[in-house]
């Protein structure tokens, strides 16, 4: 089964929160129409920045169905993925690796087929600046 494309959405919750953070997340992602999450981890760094992966069914207190949690973790997020999400964190901090597939996208690209076009290029764009957010707002609105 071909998967594609993929995201990977690193989110960042203090230590204490990071139950609330992860059942927010995926709960809005679950219902995300077009988007489907193929695997997620959390990501807890120590005092001297080693990073270390963590399911979601070892998270103490978390609820949910175990074996449900479990699945969650598909193994597509890499060693390398992990050392590279634990430089975005510190060891007061956990980060939540989602990685989501936009199914969207094939969608949209069978019907631009349909047509003779084709998907060039996704673009991620991941922070907009408010006044330039605030212009393009105006410009819709018109």
């Known amino acids: 089964m071909a998967l594609g494309p993929l995201e990977l959405i690193v989110l960042?919750?203090?230590?204490?929160?990071?139950?609330?953070?992860?059942?927010?997340?995926?709960?809005?992602?679950?219902?995300?129409?077009?988007v489907r999450v193929?695997?997620?981890?959390?990501?807890?760094?120590?005092?001297?920045?080693?990073?270390?992966?963590?399911?979601?069914?070892?998270?103490?207190?978390?609820?949910?169905?175990?074996?449900?949690?479990?699945?969650?973790?598909?193994?597509?997020?890499?060693?390398?993925?992990?050392?590279e999400v634990g430089e975005l964190v510190d060891d007061e901090t956990d980060a939540l690796a989602v990685l989501v597939e936009h199914q969207w996208v094939n969608d949209?690209?069978?019907?631009?087929?349909?047509?003779d076009g084709t998907v060039l290029a996704l673009m991620h764009i991941p922070v907009v600046m408010e006044v330039r957010a605030n212009a393009l707002a105006g410009i819709g609105g018109q």
């Open 38 to 83: 193929v695997d997620v981890l959390v990501v807890r760094t120590d005092a001297v920045g080693g990073a270390c992966p963590v399911e979601l069914n070892e998270l103490p207190g978390i609820g949910g169905d175990p074996l449900a949690l479990a699945r969650l973790a598909t193994g597509l997020i890499t060693d390398t993925d992990i050392d």
């Open 12 to 34: 960042s919750f203090p230590a204490a929160k990071l139950n609330d953070g992860v059942l927010a997340t995926l709960d809005r992602l679950h219902g995300a129409p077009g």
């Open 108 to 115: 949209l690209a069978s019907d631009v087929a349909s047509t």
